[in-house]
């Protein structure tokens, strides 16, 4: 599997922390080239200086915001040519959206 990640451009979201860092170094070392979106952008400029400004490119995304996640894809097809691996890391953690019932003591 690792062959298939050399010289491919892939989108990582949620790239500022855990999980999305881990999978960013293990690809960087795999040889893909890297998009990287998150929140916190000092932390992604941070990851793209510690791997190689070279093949990481990196740009602030919010997954809510239509079109910060446009930008990213476009980034994205403009190194490539085309859309292809994506590894989505974000989460969404706003407690008012999420509709909760009220079970009454009920489990």
Do not use: W, Y
């Not at 200086?49 to 930008?71: F, I, W, Y």
Request: contains cysteine; charged residues 30%.
């Amino acid at each position: 599997m690792t062959e298939n990640i050399k010289d491919k451009v892939i989108v990582i979201t949620g790239a500022s922390s855990g999980l999305g860092v881990a999978a960013a170094r293990k690809l960087f070392r795999l040889g893909g080239k890297l998009v990287l979106g998150a929140r916190r952008l000092d932390r992604l400029q941070a990851l793209a200086k510690e791997l190689s400004s070279d093949g990481v490119t990196v740009t602030q995304t919010d997954v809510t915001q239509r079109n910060q996640v446009k930008r990213l894809v476009d980034l994205h097809a403009g190194h490539s040519g085309e859309v292809g691996p994506a590894l989505q890391e974000a989460r969404i953690r706003n407690v008012k959206r999420c509709k909760r019932k009220r079970t009454k003591g009920k489990i």
